[in-house]
């Protein structure tokens, strides 16, 4: 069955950065998009990036373009969240997502405080 497990979150002061990881099992992880998504704590769901198939082309929302990279290592079925200059605002459990969001992780909880 498809599994999507998260880690690499933890706690960061402002302006740091943190990488997040998710290992994904149970389809051809190399044939699907990828994305990240976000829930700060008491609010809704937000799309943080997305990533294609083969890796080369990458999306980001506004919050985070040019602070955020997503990734993908297809020979590993991971993928990649490096999270840089980091703000208390990106406060949020970060959870990977398969295609078209069919299938979610559990998350991994990132905490940005000084």
């Known amino acids: 069955q498809v599994q999507l497990v998260e880690s690499g979150g933890g706690l960061v002061q402002p302006g740091g950065s943190l990488r997040l990881s998710c290992a994904a099992s149970g389809f051809t992880f190399s044939s699907y998009w990828m994305n990240w998504v976000r829930q700060a704590p008491g609010k809704g769901l937000e799309w943080v990036s997305a990533i294609v198939s083969g890796g080369g082309v990458t999306y980001y929302a506004d919050s985070v373009k040019g602070r955020f990279t997503i990734s993908r290592d297809n020979a590993k079925n991971t993928l990649y969240l490096q999270m840089n200059s980091l703000k208390p605002e990106d406060t949020a459990v970060y959870y990977c997502?398969?295609?078209?969001?069919?299938?979610w992780g559990k998350g991994t909880l990132v905490t940005v405080s000084s």
């Open positions: 997502a398969k295609g078209s969001m069919d299938y």
